[in-house]
């Protein structure tokens, strides 16, 4: 039985450049990873069969899951025959904007390739996740990245931030394809700040990092969803810092280089939310220091 983490993402920057003929947008996003993670384990079966369960009740367990589509996806690509069983304990509040079935998926990418002894270095890792989903080559490395095209083309950065999430998620069903279908042509930019963004956390101005935070899928959310606009005023007025939006939503983040201080704003926000996360950046797989 081999365990992977899968750990969930926050978008520090989310860019639209423009529509693309194929329908997907053309995005700049600063990712980054968060010690919020799913848990999953792979156990190698003798009937080739892949199967999975969950206690979850929030994700299917047939091949609508992307565990399962990345275990069908890795087995296409290599040739290997050997069937799967897959736990997976959902942690990653779902279609929250945190990526989690996309990091789930990367985890049994990077967790087959170990079974299966394939020996496949995580680009060849990422460029069979990008057949599974555009956050998934994101995902196969986690740590700080630029992600661009629709997200599927990924620069690394060796660099983890010292500093802390606190997310919020609303428990509210957010569309995603509604929010992009909402962006208008004001929306889209031709100069993304991603590697500003980038800059600034790696030279440690933390001051300036959470001042260029942006979500361009932030106006279209919160206009889809009053009740969210509502909650970001009322978490912002207990805060007193700015809050944020990871993806498409609903799940809401407001940072702080203190730890000291994301554990008061817990304190203070789980008196109005259940869902309420202290979260600290940690850094990707291919890093010396790599998550487990
Ligand atoms: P992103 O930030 O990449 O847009 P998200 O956090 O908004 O992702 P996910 O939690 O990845 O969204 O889930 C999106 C959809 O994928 C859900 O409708 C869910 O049913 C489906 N799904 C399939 N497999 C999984 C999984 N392992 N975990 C979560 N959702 C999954």
Known sequence: MLLQRAYAKINLTLDVLGRRDDGYHEVDMVMQTVDLSDVIWLEPREDGEITMESASSSVPVDE???????????????????????????????????????????????GLNQLAGAGLTLDELADIGAEVGSDVPYCVYGGLAIARGRGERVARYPHVPSMYAVLLHPRLFVSTADVYRGLEPSDFTSSPRSEEMVRCLVEGDHERAVALVYNALERVTLSLYPELRALKERVTSIAQRPVHMSGSGPTMFVLTPVQTHAQRLYNALRGIMKDVYVCRFVGGYHQAHAPS
Do not use: M, W, Y
Request: a positive charge; proline letters at 2%.
């Open 64 to 110: 609508r899951n992307l565990c399962v589509q990345a275990a069908q996806a890795f087995r296409r690509r290599t040739g290997f025959a050997g069937g799967v069983h897959i736990q997976l304990e959902k942690n990653i509040p779902v279609a929250a904007g945190l990526a989690g079935g996309s990091s789930d998926a990367a985890a049994v990418l990077r």
